[in-house]
């Protein structure tokens, strides 16, 4: 009975793979170009008379400042969200501050770990979820009530929400994120190294101030690579992580 269930059970992630790599990449294409036509509309068919110089130097501006980004952010999300979630959510966009948070406190309260199958599928439905919630609210209290609020509310109030919105929100993600991993040796390393990038390294070499994230995520991934535990997983917990390749193992 236990070998037909798992035997069910990787045919249907085989098929649900197979579904994703060829719907994934087609869905992400056309978005991609949509977003450059659109945006080559704009820069050409709308008369602001851009040239091809000034597209092309604002394009290496761009790259310069946030292509380490497109880069570490898929390194990064990669071992919470999984393949499947990879495409929903650099489909849709604004990862960091709603589709992993989602993602992550999803995972959190349903008990499973980053990097299984059950936990792809958990944050694919948390993204999906997130965007039902974020779509409804942009509705009603941005489209319906939104003008009204921010005109009752005091500018300093404003200004002063701005500035801490952001550090509550990804504040709320580490921590989610410490709580789910249970990694307490890989999160030292992660915070000692942080630390030491924010608090030493940029200070002296203030050249690498654009390339501090991604030398604390290499470093960090390379120092706990190094001191991760050397015992194999449990196969209780592989089996109970319903991830077929870690039961094989």
Same mark, same amino acid.
Request: proline share 5%; charged share 10%; glycine share 8%.
């Given at each position: ?36 036509? &659109? ?19 604002? #394009? ?54 980053? $990097? ?56 709320? #993600? #580490? ?14 390393? &992660? ?50 992580? $319903? ?7």
């Amino acid at each position: 009975m236990s070998t037909t269930t798992s035997t069910d059970k990787s045919a249907g992630f085989a098929t649900f793979d197979r579904t994703t790599s060829i719907w994934g990449p087609i869905t992400l294409g056309l978005g991609l170009l949509i977003s450059l036509g &659109a945006a080559l509309y704009a820069a050409f068919g709308s008369g602001m008379g851009i040239s091809t110089a000034e597209l092309l130097t604002a #394009v290496a501006a761009v790259l310069a400042t946030f292509g380490v980004i497109a880069i570490i952010e898929p390194i990064s999300y990669f071992p919470i969200l999984g393949r499947s979630a990879m495409y929903q959510a650099f489909l849709i966009g604004n990862i960091a501050n709603k589709l992993l948070p989602a993602a992550v406190v999803a995972q959190a309260n349903l008990g499973e770990r980053p $990097g299984t199958r059950r936990a792809e599928l958990i944050a694919g439905s948390a993204i999906i979820g997130a965007v039902l919630v974020h779509i409804t609210t942009l509705v009603l209290f941005v489209g319906v009530l939104g003008t009204w609020l921010l005109g009752t509310l005091p500018a300093p109030l404003i200004a002063t929400a701005r500035v801490y919105i952001l550090p509550a929100v990804f504040g709320a #993600v #580490v921590l989610q994120s410490v709580l789910a991993m249970k990694s307490r040796r890989t999160t030292i390393v &992660a915070v000692i190294v942080a630390a030491l990038m924010v608090f030493v390294v940029v200070p002296l070499a203030p050249a690498l101030t654009h390339y501090a994230t991604a030398l604390a995520v290499v470093t960090t991934i390379a120092i706990a690579w190094f001191a991760r535990a050397k015992t194999p997983p449990r196969v209780a917990d592989s089996v109970a992580s $319903g991830d077929p390749a870690t039961q094989t193992r």
